[in-house]
Structures are given as C-alpha cells and as structure tokens.
C-alpha cells in the first residue's frame, strides 16, 4: 500500500473580514462606537446620601425623588420619600 501525504497549505489571514454588504461599517470602525447597553458620558457613582430621581421607560423621569442608603457598581437601596425602601438598577436612576 502505498501512503499518500497531503500538503495542507496555511490560509493568509485578511486584514479584515469582508463587509456584508457594500456600505456597511467595517468592524474595526463600529469597535469605536460607545456600547448601547450605557448611556454614554461621565456616569457619577452613586453614594450614600445622593438624592436620585427614578427613571421609567426610555430614560423619562417618573418624578419619584428618594436618597440612596447603600450602592454598589450595579444596584442602589434608596429609600424614597412616598414609599419605602426599594432596590434599584443604578440605570434606572438619575441624580438629583
């Protein structure tokens, strides 16, 4: 029997991966854009004592005031000043 050996020749990486359709925005300029998930610009960390507002659907203030008793990067206890205490999203609150 007589053995075969096959070459396999390597693939030369591209620069960049073609576009999916002619006008689209290339990858390494759509890296640049600010994430979606954020709002962009300077986010101020919540601490204890801030004074927020609440935000409902879309970012539109729901005119709920309330002081923030604990935070963290992702969550705040306020206590608001017609309720009680709820734990919210830092997303979903604006400082006053």
């Given at each position: 029997m007589a053995r075969t050996h096959k070459v396999t020749h390597k693939l030369r990486k591209a620069p960049q991966p073609p576009l999916s359709y002619r006008g689209a925005i290339p990858d390494s300029d759509r890296a640049k854009s600010p994430s979606l998930d954020r709002p962009s610009g300077p986010d101020p960390e919540l601490t204890p004592g801030d004074r927020v507002e609440g935000l409902g659907n879309f970012g539109k203030?729901?005119?709920?005031?309330?002081?923030?008793?604990?935070?963290?990067?992702?969550d705040a206890i306020v206590k608001w000043d017609d309720d009680g205490r709820t734990r919210e999203h830092q997303p979903w609150l604006k400082k006053a």
């Open positions: 203030p729901t005119a709920e005031f309330g002081t923030v008793e604990r935070a963290n990067e992702d």
